[in-house]
């Protein structure tokens, strides 16, 4: 939007049909409809600057070429995705989005392994699955859950959490998925 205000015209290629990435998907749940709102502000504030957006197009090297630009910058934006966790049962990892728009794949409990993340997503994830009636067990290599989150939404996610059941375990990464279950270590003793 910056190089939009400073008069360059820009096009915005993103293979996802709809902008705003992992926001977007958090819009789509009850609890974080406000995110809706940002998201059609800034959909308003690209039309308002020129900027086309090109959604659901994939910005291949062909592509880039027809736009034929004087620049291109590559915006990746956040990646939410799978933690890799060795498993010898296929189809048993699964990616936060996609679990949030249909949990209906998953058993009745579950892991949410939140890796390093620091901020809201794994409790997103943690509060849509306990609500859905599945037993819940938060994991993260932090030292404490969500620790770049606002301290009174903490509070009030974990308040949530824990009246729902879900078990929160810090300073543990998941390791491997096999028949035994899910195989964790500690982050700090590395055991």
């Keep these: 939007m910056a190089a939009a205000r400073r008069g360059h015209r820009i096009t915005l290629v993103d293979r996802a049909r709809e902008i705003g990435g992992f926001l977007a998907v958090l819009a789509r749940t009850s609890a974080h409809a406000e995110f809706g709102r940002y998201l059609s502000?800034?959909?308003?504030?690209?039309?308002?600057?020129g900027i086309e957006p090109r959604l659901g197009v994939?910005?291949?090297?062909?592509?880039?070429?027809?736009?034929?630009p004087d620049v291109t910058v590559l915006a990746t934006g956040a990646?939410?995705?799978?933690?890799?966790i060795a498993t010898d049962k296929p189809g048993t990892v699964f990616d936060a989005a996609a679990i949030l728009d249909?949990?209906?794949?998953?058993?009745?409990s579950v892991a949410v392994v939140?890796?390093?993340?620091d901020h809201l997503p794994p409790l997103v994830v943690a509060d849509r699955l306990a609500k859905s009636g599945r037993k819940v067990?938060?994991?993260?290599?932090?030292?404490?859950?969500?620790?770049?989150l606002e301290p009174a939404n903490l509070h009030l996610y974990l308040k949530m959490l824990l009246e729902q059941g879900v078990a929160i375990r810090p300073m543990t990464a998941a390791v491997a998925l096999n028949g035994d279950g899910l195989a964790v270590r500690n982050t700090v003793t590395n055991t």
Excluded: H, K, M, Q
């Excluded at 067990?137 to 404490?144: D, I």
């Design 79 to 84: 990646r939410y995705g799978t933690i890799p």
């Design 58 to 68: 994939e910005a291949d090297a062909g592509f880039v070429r027809t736009l034929a």
């Design 102 to 108: 249909d949990p209906a794949p998953l058993g009745r």
């Design 41 to 49: 502000y800034a959909a308003e504030t690209l039309s308002e600057l």
């Design 114 to 117: 939140g890796g390093l993340d």
């Design 137 to 148: 067990t938060l994991l993260t290599e932090n030292f404490s859950i969500a620790p770049a």
